[in-house]
Every structure is written in C-alpha cells, then in structure tokens.
C-alpha cells in the first residue's frame, strides 16, 4: 500500500489504561472519545505522521464519584486541560508488523517524548468495500512525570496509587 490518510472507527478502537490500587490490584479505565490524525502506509509505518487527542472529559472507570475526582484539579484539571495529545516525531522498526513510535505527549499541560510499542494486526476490505487496517499500541508512562502527583500514604505502608500508567490501544483505521 501507499502512504494515505487513515481516519480512525471509534466503534472498533480504544484507548485503555491501568493503575495500580493501593499497589495489591490494577484499576483500569478508558477514555471513550478521542480523534487522530494518521498519514501512513500500513504495511510500513517508518515514514508515518500519528496525531492523537484525547477528551479528557471522557474517562471512565466504571465509578463516576472516581471519574468526578480524576477529572479535577486533583488530577487532570479538565476544565483546564481538556485534551490530552500525541504527536509522532520518529518510528522505528523492530520486527516484522512492530514499530517503536517515538512522539511528544502532553498531560495537563506538560509535554515529554515518550515511546510506544505499535503493532500492524493487519489490513483487508470490510463488507461494503472500505479499506480497514488494524493496529495496537502498548506503553508506560509515570504520571507524576505529568504533574499528576495526587496521592495518599496507606497506614500499613505504600500509597494508594502507583505512578505508572499502563496504556493499550487498539485502532482500526478506515482508508480516507
């Protein structure tokens, strides 16, 4: 295949993440609304370009008192920092379909170069003749690296969340 723009089905993607709880269980969540902007030849991303933003307002940890409180000033501050973005600025290959994707991340204000491990799944026609490619993301990142640095001491030691944030997406992408 070319390079050609890939605009994102947001029925058959995600952006998921975890956490650890009180660091003996992970909770995990999603962000439900989220767009891109992808210029990419699938079988080859070497000489892609990946834009992502995410609305924050749109976490969800199946508890919305939790969502409440990560969507305020203790965490994300939403209201000030609506969107979380990515933006590609090198990618690497490793193995046949795997790509290290280097780009600048910003979290509640405050952007770092962080790098994914993305995956080609593959590519085919749907039953309406749209062309679709697959592709899925895997990372760490430290929250506190964001200035996400909410935290309480547990009494039997420890803190009541940890500071790395695993992330997983998952994309199906639709030839534009």
Known sequence: MSKTNWAIDPTHSSIDFSVKHMMIANVKG??????????????????????????????DTRNADRDAHLRSPDFF?????????FKSTGIAAKDDGEYDVTGDLTI??????????????????DPWGNEKAGFSGKGKIKRSDYGLTYNAVLEAGGVLIGDDIKISIDIEGVKA
């Open 30 to 59: 999603s962000f439900h609304k989220f767009e891109a902007t992808v210029e990419a030849d699938p079988q080859d991303l070497t000489t892609a370009s990946i834009e992502f933003k995410v609305d924050v307002s749109s976490i």
């Open 77 to 85: 501050d939403a209201e000030k920092y609506p969107s979380i973005t």
């Open 108 to 125: 509640h204000g405050v952007t770092r170069p962080e790098t994914f491990l993305v995956t080609f799944e593959g590519a085919g026609k």
